[in-house]
């Protein structure tokens, strides 16, 4: 594998743990929450079939008014874009390195 192309994987792989784990605005319970708390809770909570237990007690809690809901929903949308621009840069990395 190019080392140019190895490093930017490697480099990306640490920005997404990075990024999941960093505060998000939203505060619950008088702590802040993360990025993947958000992703995790509105995916896992509400709107996969999964219903965890879980998750779907803490989404139900933070997501009571509407307001909170609306801005989880925002912030899952843009957890959401990142992570798969990054899905999108490795797959790029990793099919140009196979076809060689």
Do not use: C
């Not at 319970?29 to 809770?41: C, F, L, V």
């Not at 929903?73 to 490795?90: E, H, V």
């Amino acid at each position: 594998m190019d080392d140019n192309k190895l490093e930017a994987q490697i480099e990306m792989q640490a920005w997404i743990k990075k990024y999941w784990n960093s505060d998000s605005p939203l505060i619950y319970d008088g702590e802040r929450m993360s990025n993947r708390d958000i992703y995790q809770g509105s995916l896992y909570g509400d709107l996969a079939h999964t219903n965890n237990i879980e998750h779907r007690e803490k989404f139900i809690a933070w997501t009571k008014s509407t307001i909170s809901k609306e801005l989880s929903y925002f912030d899952f949308k843009g957890i959401l874009g990142k992570t798969l621009i990054i899905i999108a840069q490795t797959k790029y990395l990793t099919e140009d390195v196979l076809s060689k």
